[in-house]
Each structure stands twice: as C-alpha cells, then as structure tokens.
C-alpha cells in the first residue's frame, strides 16, 4: 500500500502525456474521416506507450523508488515532467544521470509502429472517399454551393473552441474559395477549408448538396 502514492504519481506523468499528445494524433487524423478512435488496436498501442514509457521514467528520473514525501511539490513536478516529456525524448541523451537511450528507441519504435498500423488501415480508403467526394462536388449546382458555405461559414463563427486568430484565419479560407469563379474548380477546393468535427461532416456534405451516397458512405 505504501507505494500505491508514488505509482499514482508516474502514472499522473503519463496521464498529462497522453492528453498532450493526444492534441497532436487528432490533428494529425483529422482529415480521416473513418477513423474511429475506439476501433483501431494501433490506438490502444499508441495509447500504451503514451502512458506507461513517460511512467517508468518520472518512476526512475524524479526518484520515486525512495519514496519521497507527498506533497505539492511533488505533485506539480509529476505534472511537468508529463508536460515536458515529448521535448525531453528529442533533446536529452541522460536525465539525472540515467541515460534515456534506450527508453527513447522503445517510445518511438511503438509510436512509428502504431502509426504505420493508422495509416494502413485509413490512407487507402480515405483517399478514395475525398476522390469520389471531390467528383460529387464538381457536380453540386451552385445554389446548392452557396447554401453549404453559408453554413459553414455560421459552423466556424460559431465554434467556440476556435482562438479569434484561427477563426478569422478560416473564414478568410472559406471566403477565398467561395471567391473562386468556376464552379468545378470552386468544387475541387472545397476540402482544404472543410476543417469541421468528424460526426459534422455528413451534415456538412448535405448542406452542400452532396449525394445519399456519399454521406451514408461517412455514417457506415
């Protein structure tokens, strides 16, 4: 039981990690559109990794085995060492005179394997769905073009988790595109400013006027 304090606190560290990294894996997915978090095992690994490598090191690096007194600042160094971790594994070779080598070559051989897995199973089908998408939308009448931008520029003003500069940054995209005077090519554009929420898209794609085919593609 006596240690049960000082594993809470490395898994904290992971536990910070995980949220962290966890930015950049959406961001880096977002354009997946059948990617499903909670489906795919590489996730799971990836997940792994994220927790139990940045673990084990705040156990070694800030001296839990010794069993130091809890208190906050403890605490917050747990915190930080999660926050720091990802620039930690690209900048240090030793860390309080334990050399992170060997840790580092583990985390990032589990983390390029879980994404090789991710793109496996996504990048084949993903690029088909945007190819058949980029066809239907060549094909939209521009009414029905001008409905769907409405939309999304009144999705983006809305979305609140958007900073002023970003929000601003992308209604300027949707308004270039909507700028463009040809329809087809106007229709080919359309993906790079469709920047909204995975389970928004099919919403998103019907306001365009988009196909059953398409959308219920995305609901499968």
């Known amino acids: 039981m006596a ?23 959406a961001y880096d997915c977002r354009f997946l559109v059948f990617f499903r978090a909670h489906r795919v095992f590489a996730v799971y690994l990836w997940s792994a990794a994220q927790l139990v490598i940045p673990a084990a090191l705040a156990w070694i690096v800030l001296g839990y085995s010794n069993r130091p007194p809890v208190n906050y600042a403890v605490l917050l160094k747990a915190i930080g060492f999660g926050v720091g971790f990802v620039a930690l594994m690209n900048a240090s070779t030793e ?9 580092r070559k583990i ?12 793109a496996a199973r996504e990048t084949a089908r993903t690029a088909q769905f945007w190819q058949n998408l ?17 939309f999304l520029h009144k999705y983006v003003e809305n979305d609140i988790s958007l900073s002023p500069e970003v929000r601003a940054a992308t209604l300027d995209a949707i308004d270039k595109v909507m700028a463009i005077p040809a329809q087809p090519a106007q229709g080919a554009q359309i ?11 099919p919403l ?17």
């Open 191 to 201: 993906k790079s400013v469709l920047t909204v929420r995975r389970k928004d898209l």
């Open 204 to 220: 998103v794609l019907q306001k365009f006027g988009c196909g059953a085919a398409v959308v219920t593609a995305l609901l499968s």
């Open 3 to 25: 240690w049960i304090p000082y594993v809470a606190l490395a898994a904290l560290a992971g536990i910070v990690n995980i949220a962290n990294a966890w930015k950049q894996l």
């Open 134 to 150: 980029e066809v239907e939308l060549r094909k939209v009448a521009p009414a029905s073009l001008t409905i769907g931008f409405d």
């Open 107 to 118: 985390y990032h051989g589990l983390i390029y394997a879980a994404r090789q897995m991710i």
């Open 95 to 103: 860390v309080a005179g334990f050399n992170i080598d060997i840790l």
